[in-house]
């Protein structure tokens, strides 16, 4: 079971770097569905494309952390599935948390 957990976890990080690129390399134009998405970004293109790029490196960097930690934690002996998923959960938040404070301080410079 642990295999299907590192497999879930592993993806979900792979996703947020793929879901990433687009938004780094200034791909996305302005929307309401996807991207750093709030008054000022949506109001300036060239403010939504600078918060998205910083954002993307954000989001880029926790599928990075998420994809790693999936991996590492898998070849931890005797770790249960539990602990597995709550510690996976844990770097996600913490780094996604991390990430947005960051990317609103970013906003501020804009």
Do not use: Q
Request: a positive charge; aromatic letters at 16%; hydrophobic letters at 55%.
């Amino acid at each position: 079971m642990k295999s299907f957990s590192m497999l879930s976890w592993f993806l979900a990080g792979l996703l947020f770097v793929v879901l990433a690129l687009p938004l780094i390399f200034g791909k996305v134009p302005p929307n309401r569905l996807y991207g750093f998405r709030v008054e000022k970004t949506m109001r300036d293109p060239e403010i939504w494309y600078a918060a998205n790029r910083y954002s993307g490196w954000g989001m880029f960097w926790i599928g990075v952390a998420v994809t790693i930690t999936s991996v590492v934690l898998a070849f931890i002996p005797g770790l249960n599935e539990l602990l597995y998923a709550l510690i996976c959960l844990g770097v996600l938040h913490i780094v996604g948390i991390t990430t947005l404070i960051l990317c609103f301080k970013y906003l501020e410079t804009l």
